[in-house]
């Protein structure tokens, strides 16, 4: 009886264990662009990975320090870059999505403090499926949000 209760009890850990599997989500890389003092505005940046059966979608995120995180992609039409709203951002089964300066990024408006290179700061980023993580931000020096298609190469010359 007692190693019918153990085989039990060892099968649901199991099973369970694979169930948290089934839906790994891992975050590298997470930082944040310093910006000037006076900036109301900063980007975020990371690696999700996937490494489940199932696409992963996110939806959201928020942090303490900020007024709200809205989920972007900058993408370039006729030479001129912007930045598109996203609701949604899927992270196709074993693979991952890079978001990076120029492409998709967190939009972190209204900091509550001054963030300077080298400060920490935690996000909640929010799964479609309920699923949460939190993950730690390192705030870094970086160069400008826009890139090479800025559309500055369509300006009229003086």
Request: without cysteine; proline residues 4%.
């Amino acid at each position: 009886m007692l190693i019918k209760k153990i085989l039990q009890t060892t099968t649901v850990a199991l099973l369970s264990l694979a169930s948290l599997m089934v839906h790994a989500v891992e975050v590298s890389d997470a930082w944040i662009r310093e910006a000037p003092p006076a900036a109301q505005m900063m980007g975020g940046f990371m690696t999700i990975s996937n490494t489940s059966d199932k696409d992963e979608v996110l939806v959201g995120a928020s942090s303490a320090i900020f007024m709200h995180i809205m989920l972007h992609r900058t993408v370039e039409k006729d030479g001129v870059s912007k930045m598109i709203h996203q609701d949604a951002v899927v992270i196709p089964a074993h693979s991952k999505v890079e978001f990076k300066p120029g492409d998709y990024h967190i939009m972190m408006p209204a900091p509550d403090k001054r963030l300077v290179v080298g400060d920490k700061v935690m996000v909640k980023l929010e799964f479609k499926s309920g699923k949460t993580v939190d993950v730690e931000y390192t705030v870094r020096k970086g160069m400008a949000m826009m890139h090479h298609g800025d559309g500055m190469k369509n300006m009229p010359k003086h």
